[in-house]
């Protein structure tokens, strides 16, 4: 199946409300556009780490790139952002490996 789509929030000079976070999908993978600006807003309210996998689905001469992975500790919060469209494309896909871990995306107003 497709990666389960996560909505950007875009903020704008009449306020919006805050996003909400969503269960990410451990089996599937989530993507979002990978705008300009894009925060996602990590939690993991678990006991346990999670290891979060930004996927990079290009090549460089002809080897595949390795996808960025980081650890989610337990019971953190964490913001990420700044993910090169040539690295990691136009549309940002993930995984957590634990649908605990949440997920808000933001980015300014385009």
Same mark, same amino acid.
């Given at each position: 199946?497709?990666?389960?789509?996560?909505?950007?929030?875009?903020? %704008? =000079?009449?306020? !919006? #409300? *805050?996003? +909400?976070?969503?269960?990410?999908?451990?089996?599937?993978?989530?993507? &979002?556009?990978?705008?300009?600006?894009?925060?996602?807003?990590?939690?993991?309210?678990?006991?346990?780490?999670? %290891? =979060?996998?930004? !996927? #990079? *689905?290009? +090549?460089?001469?002809?080897?595949?790139?390795?996808?960025?992975?980081? &650890?989610?500790?337990?019971?953190?919060?964490?913001?990420?952002?700044?993910?090169?469209?040539?690295?990691?494309?136009?549309?940002?896909?993930? #995984?957590?490996?634990?649908?605990?871990?949440?997920?808000?995306?933001?980015?300014?107003?385009?």
């Amino acid at each position: 199946m497709p990666a389960t789509a996560i909505t950007v929030v875009r903020p %704008t =000079i009449d306020g !919006v #409300t *805050p996003p +909400t976070a969503v269960a990410s999908d451990a089996t599937n993978g989530n993507s &979002v556009p990978n705008i300009a600006g894009l925060v996602l807003t990590l939690n993991n309210p678990d006991t346990n780490p999670h %290891t =979060i996998a930004f !996927v #990079t *689905p290009v +090549t460089h001469g002809g080897y595949a790139v390795s996808d960025k992975s980081v &650890v989610l500790t337990a019971g953190s919060v964490k913001a990420f952002s700044n993910f090169p469209s040539d690295s990691f494309g136009r549309t940002l896909t993930f #995984t957590t490996g634990s649908a605990t871990v949440t997920v808000a995306a933001t980015a300014p107003a385009s």
